[in-house]
C-alpha cells in the first residue's frame, strides 16, 4: 500500500471510529453466517489483518477467540486500541508489505475485512502468502464480488485502491493462489470467501 494511501487512512480514521458499533453489529452477523460453513468452535487463535478501529477484533474476542490484529496506518491502530482497551487483543503496526510478526502456523484462522480490494494485485499476492504462511487451517476474505453500484464505486475510486481491477479477477485470482475456494454471498455486493492455504506457497 503506497505511503500516501496509508496517511488518508491516517487521516480519516476519527470518521471511521463513529461508525465502530454499527460495524460491531454488522460483523457478528458476519461470524454467524461464518459459523454455517467453518467450524468455528474447533479452533482458538485467530488473526484480523487490517484491523481498522477494531470492531471485528472485538467481536471475535467476543465469541471467545484469542484475537490479534495488524494494521498499516497509525492513526486506524490508535483508534482501535482506544475501543479494545481492556480487552486482552494484541494489536501491531505493521509496514505495507511487511511479513507478519509471528511464526508460521501461529493462527488457526486470519481473516481480512474490506483489505484485499484496497491494495495493487502485487501487493495482494504478498498478502496471501503471508495470511497462508501464519493460518494453520483457513485463510477468510470478506470484500466485494462482481455486482458493484455506483455509490460504493464512487468512494472505492476516491480512495485510489485496486477495487475495480480486484472485483472482476477475484475468484480467478484466490484460485490462484489457494488451494480450496469457497464463495459464500452475504449480499448484493460482498461475498466470504473461505480459503484453504497452499502450505507449499511459504
Known amino acids: 500500500m503506497p505511503k500516501d494511501h496509508v496517511k488518508l ?25 461464518l459459523k454455517q460453513h467453518v467450524p468455528l468452535e474447533n479452533y482458538k487463535r485467530v488473526l484480523d489483518v487490517g484491523c481498522g478501529t477494531g470492531p471485528l477484533c472485538y467481536v471475535l474476542k467476543e465469541a471467545g477467540f484469542d ?3 495488524v494494521e498499516v496506518s497509525k492513526g486506524m491502530l490508535d483508534q482501535a486500541l482506544k475501543r479494545l482497551k481492556g480487552m486482552d487483543i494484541k494489536a501491531y503496526k505493521i509496514e505495507p508489505g511487511e511479513r507478519f510478526p509471528f511464526d508460521d502456523n501461529f493462527f488457526d484462522i486470519a481473516i481480512a475485512s474490506y483489505v484485499a480490494h484496497g491494495i495493487k494485485k502485487e501487493e495482494r499476492e504478498i498478502l496471501y502468502k503471508e495470511m497462508s504462511r501464519v493460518a494453520r487451517d483457513y485463510v477468510i476474505l470478506h470484500d466485494y464480488h462482481r455486482n ?11 480512495e485510489g485502491g485496486d477495487y475495480f481491477n480486484f472485483v472482476e479477477q477475484v475468484e480467478e485470482e484466490l484460485r490462484k493462489n489457494f488451494e480450496g475456494v469457497k464463495v459464500v454471498e452475504l449480499s448484493k455486493r460482498v461475498s466470504l470467501y473461505i480459503l484453504k492455504p497452499y502450505k507449499d506457497l511459504n
Open 9 to 33: 487512512f491516517d487521516t480519516i480514521s476519527p470518521v471511521y471510529a463513529w461508525f465502530f458499533n454499527s460495524q460491531v453489529a454488522y460483523y457478528r452477523k458476519v461470524i454467524n453466517i
Open 67 to 69: 484475537t490479534y490484529g
Open 148 to 158: 458493484r453500484d455506483f455509490l460504493t464505486s464512487f468512494v472505492e475510486w476516491l
